[in-house]
Protein backbone atom coordinates (compact mmCIF):
# COMPACT_ATOMS: atom_id res chain seq x y z
CA UNK A 1 0.00 0.00 0.00
CA UNK A 2 1.07 3.85 -0.48
CA UNK A 3 1.56 6.18 2.53
CA UNK A 4 -1.68 8.28 1.38
CA UNK A 5 -3.70 4.69 1.22
CA UNK A 6 -2.41 3.60 4.91
CA UNK A 7 -3.73 7.25 5.87
CA UNK A 8 -6.86 6.94 4.43
CA UNK A 9 -7.11 3.45 6.30
CA UNK A 10 -6.30 4.81 9.48
CA UNK A 11 -8.67 7.72 9.24
CA UNK A 12 -11.53 6.01 7.99
CA UNK A 13 -11.69 2.79 10.20
CA UNK A 14 -14.97 2.73 12.77
CA UNK A 15 -15.33 1.31 15.94
CA UNK A 16 -11.50 0.87 16.93
CA UNK A 17 -9.79 3.51 19.39
CA UNK A 18 -6.74 5.51 18.05
CA UNK A 19 -4.25 2.51 19.42
CA UNK A 20 -6.40 -0.49 17.86
CA UNK A 21 -6.19 1.75 14.56
CA UNK A 22 -2.80 1.89 14.41
CA UNK A 23 -1.73 -1.37 15.22
CA UNK A 24 -3.95 -2.48 12.49
CA UNK A 25 -2.75 -0.02 10.29
CA UNK A 26 0.92 -1.53 11.15
CA UNK A 27 -0.44 -5.15 10.19
CA UNK A 28 -2.87 -4.70 7.79
CA UNK A 29 -1.28 -1.70 5.40
CA UNK A 30 1.97 -2.64 5.95
CA UNK A 31 3.00 -5.99 6.07
CA UNK A 32 3.67 -6.66 9.70
CA UNK A 33 3.52 -9.96 10.97
CA UNK A 34 1.82 -10.38 13.63
CA UNK A 35 2.13 -13.85 14.06
CA UNK A 36 -1.66 -14.34 14.98
CA UNK A 37 -1.47 -11.27 17.91
CA UNK A 38 -5.16 -9.67 17.57
CA UNK A 39 -5.00 -5.99 17.96
CA UNK A 40 -6.73 -6.39 21.09
CA UNK A 41 -3.90 -6.00 23.07
CA UNK A 42 -3.96 -2.24 21.90
CA UNK A 43 -7.08 -2.02 23.15
CA UNK A 44 -6.08 -0.45 26.94
CA UNK A 45 -4.10 2.23 25.33
CA UNK A 46 -6.94 4.21 23.90
CA UNK A 47 -7.14 7.53 24.98
CA UNK A 48 -4.24 8.05 26.46
CA UNK A 49 -4.18 4.41 28.78
CA UNK A 50 -7.88 3.35 29.92
CA UNK A 51 -9.18 6.33 28.34
CA UNK A 52 -7.47 8.59 31.22
CA UNK A 53 -6.06 10.71 28.68
CA UNK A 54 -3.48 11.61 31.25
CA UNK A 55 -0.41 8.92 29.41
CA UNK A 56 1.07 8.37 26.26
CA UNK A 57 -1.39 9.07 22.98
CA UNK A 58 -3.02 6.05 21.88
CA UNK A 59 -1.83 6.80 18.21
CA UNK A 60 1.60 7.06 19.34
CA UNK A 61 1.63 3.68 21.76
CA UNK A 62 -0.57 1.54 18.44
CA UNK A 63 2.09 2.64 15.88
CA UNK A 64 4.81 1.94 18.55
CA UNK A 65 3.51 -1.52 18.79
CA UNK A 66 3.77 -1.63 15.40
CA UNK A 67 7.15 -1.46 15.31
CA UNK A 68 7.78 -4.15 17.99
CA UNK A 69 5.87 -6.67 15.89
CA UNK A 70 8.26 -5.54 12.98
CA UNK A 71 11.93 -5.37 14.67
CA UNK A 72 11.46 -6.59 18.67
CA UNK A 73 13.18 -9.16 19.75
CA UNK A 74 12.22 -12.80 21.05
CA UNK A 75 15.00 -13.52 23.41
CA UNK A 76 17.10 -11.45 26.07
CA UNK A 77 20.17 -12.15 23.68
CA UNK A 78 19.02 -10.39 20.78
CA UNK A 79 19.28 -6.89 19.51
CA UNK A 80 16.68 -4.42 20.33
CA UNK A 81 18.74 -1.61 18.73
CA UNK A 82 16.19 -1.69 15.63
CA UNK A 83 13.41 -1.07 17.86
CA UNK A 84 14.35 1.28 20.18
CA UNK A 85 16.18 3.55 17.42
CA UNK A 86 12.74 2.99 15.29
CA UNK A 87 10.28 3.81 18.35
CA UNK A 88 12.18 7.17 19.60
CA UNK A 89 12.42 8.15 15.92
CA UNK A 90 8.71 7.72 15.41
CA UNK A 91 8.01 9.55 18.96
CA UNK A 92 10.45 12.32 17.84
CA UNK A 93 8.31 13.05 14.00
CA UNK A 94 5.16 12.32 16.09
CA UNK A 95 5.71 15.29 18.43
CA UNK A 96 7.53 17.61 15.76
CA UNK A 97 4.51 17.16 13.85
CA UNK A 98 2.07 17.53 16.64
CA UNK A 99 3.80 19.00 19.59
CA UNK A 100 3.12 16.76 22.12
CA UNK A 101 2.55 13.10 23.20
CA UNK A 102 0.27 12.44 25.96
CA UNK A 103 -3.52 12.53 25.25
CA UNK A 104 -4.73 15.48 27.27
CA UNK A 105 -2.27 18.06 25.88
CA UNK A 106 -3.39 16.88 21.83
CA UNK A 107 -6.91 17.09 23.23
CA UNK A 108 -6.30 20.86 24.61
CA UNK A 109 -5.22 21.60 21.72
CA UNK A 110 -8.20 20.18 19.41
CA UNK A 111 -10.95 21.66 21.55
CA UNK A 112 -14.13 20.69 21.05
CA UNK A 113 -14.27 17.07 18.35
CA UNK A 114 -17.54 16.50 16.31
CA UNK A 115 -16.89 12.69 15.66
CA UNK A 116 -13.54 13.06 16.97
CA UNK A 117 -12.26 14.10 13.51
CA UNK A 118 -9.25 15.80 15.03
CA UNK A 119 -8.19 12.65 16.54
CA UNK A 120 -8.62 10.68 13.08
CA UNK A 121 -6.55 13.52 11.43
CA UNK A 122 -4.00 12.53 13.75
CA UNK A 123 -4.19 8.72 13.31
CA UNK A 124 -4.08 9.04 9.90
CA UNK A 125 -0.70 11.22 9.93
CA UNK A 126 0.74 9.01 12.44
CA UNK A 127 -0.40 6.31 10.20
CA UNK A 128 1.79 7.86 7.48
CA UNK A 129 4.99 8.58 9.75
CA UNK A 130 4.63 4.79 10.59
CA UNK A 131 4.38 4.10 7.25
CA UNK A 132 7.62 6.38 6.12
CA UNK A 133 9.55 4.86 9.05
CA UNK A 134 9.15 1.25 8.20
CA UNK A 135 9.80 2.12 4.47
CA UNK A 136 12.97 3.96 6.01
CA UNK A 137 14.23 0.62 8.24
CA UNK A 138 13.46 -1.53 5.43
CA UNK A 139 15.64 0.61 2.66
CA UNK A 140 18.26 -0.01 5.34
CA UNK A 141 17.86 -3.59 6.30
Known amino acids: ?9 AFETKGLNCAETLLRAGIDCLGIQSNGTPSRIATCFGGGLGRCQEELCGALAG ?16 SAETAYEAAAEFRRRFVALHGASRCRELLEV ?15 EAAGLLYDLVSEVSDRT
Open 63 to 78: GTMALGLAYGRDTAGD
Open 1 to 9: MTRQETERY
Open 110 to 124: FGEQEDWSACKRLMA
